[in-house]
């Protein structure tokens, strides 16, 4: 594992809700980390990964071709929005949850052309922010810790071997052992959204880089949740 830089917690003003930033590539396992992490710290959890699939999901009810512009996107995301659901704030479209709808190979396949939208982008953001507003919140995504989040409270950024997190992204959705020539397709697959996606993931320059390669997903909890104890006694 490495981490950098030296940890240093920001001061929270009083009053102020507690903002866990977590940031990584596709497939580093942020938001299953950052579900877990929310959990044992009796915090809220917020994906802001699910908002551009649900953007997405929107968009592809209205027409399936994916031809779209920023304008269509918006107005077809007019619906989505983030509602309470046990420990976490979760996507649907009106009244419907859609987290079945929202993980689907359409979904998944126009999805970072959509998040490389700038106004869907600020779109995202803003709502994530008004969700968090006062809350004790783990945000996970893209542009969490620079963007959306500058001055949270403990910022962590995971990154894990593109094999590994080809393979476990494959075991997740296959619900067996992946073969090498899949974890290989996976893998390429994965490389090239990590260059589409450059700009859109980058490290903060005060957050903590955990590298998930060789750990267990219960190692990374850990591991955070022990950098947000000490963060929230500061």
Same mark, same amino acid.
């Given at each position: 594992?490495?981490?950098?830089?030296?940890?240093?917690?920001?001061?929270?003003?009083?009053?102020?809700?507690?903002?866990?930033?977590?940031?990584?590539?596709?497939?580093?396992?942020?938001?299953?980390?950052?579900?877990?992490?929310?959990?044992?710290?009796?915090?809220?959890?917020?994906?802001?990964?699910?908002?551009?699939?649900?953007?997405?999901?929107?968009?592809?009810?209205?027409?399936?071709?994916?031809?779209?512009?920023?304008?269509?996107?918006?107005?077809?995301?007019?619906?989505?929005?983030?509602?309470?659901?046990?420990?976490?704030?979760?996507?649907?479209?009106?009244?419907?949850?859609?987290?079945?709808?929202?993980?689907?190979?359409?979904?998944?396949?126009?999805?970072?052309?959509?998040?490389?939208?700038?106004?869907?982008?600020?779109?995202?953001?803003? +709502? =994530?922010? #008004?969700? *968090? @507003?006062?809350?004790?919140?783990? !945000?996970?995504?893209? /542009?969490?810790?620079?963007?959306?989040?500058?001055?949270?409270?403990?910022?962590?950024?995971?990154?894990?071997?593109?094999?590994?997190?080809?393979?476990?992204?494959?075991?997740?959705?296959?619900?067996?052992?992946?073969?090498?020539?899949?974890?290989?397709?996976?893998?390429?697959? +994965? =490389?090239? #959204?990590? *260059? @589409?996606?450059?700009?859109?993931? !980058?490290?903060?320059? /005060?957050?903590?880089?955990?590298?998930?390669?060789?750990?267990?997903?219960?190692?990374?909890?850990?591991?955070?949740?022990?950098?947000?104890?000490?963060?929230?006694?500061?």
């Amino acid at each position: 594992m490495r981490e950098t830089p030296p940890f240093s917690p920001r001061v929270r003003p009083p009053g102020e809700g507690a903002v866990i930033a977590i940031d990584g590539p596709a497939a580093s396992g942020k938001s299953s980390t950052a579900h877990w992490v929310a959990e044992r710290l009796g915090f809220r959890h917020i994906d802001s990964g699910a908002l551009y699939r649900a953007a997405t999901a929107a968009a592809l009810r209205r027409r399936a071709d994916g031809a779209w512009d920023e304008r269509f996107v918006l107005d077809a995301a007019a619906d989505v929005r983030l509602v309470e659901s046990k420990a976490s704030f979760v996507a649907a479209i009106g009244p419907q949850t859609i987290d079945h709808e929202i993980r689907d190979a359409a979904v998944t396949q126009h999805v970072s052309a959509v998040a490389r939208m700038p106004r869907v982008r600020d779109w995202v953001n803003e +709502l =994530v922010r #008004r969700t *968090a @507003r006062g809350s004790d919140v783990v !945000v996970d995504g893209r /542009d969490i810790g620079t963007v959306v989040f500058p001055d949270a409270l403990l910022k962590v950024f995971l990154v894990a071997d593109p094999w590994e997190r080809a393979r476990r992204r494959l075991t997740q959705r296959l619900g067996r052992a992946p073969s090498d020539e899949e974890i290989a397709e996976e893998t390429e697959r +994965l =490389v090239q #959204r990590d *260059a @589409r996606d450059a700009t859109q993931t !980058v490290q903060a320059s /005060d957050a903590v880089l955990i590298d998930t390669t060789f750990l267990t997903q219960e190692e990374q909890v850990e591991r955070i949740v022990a950098l947000a104890r000490v963060a929230l006694r500061q």
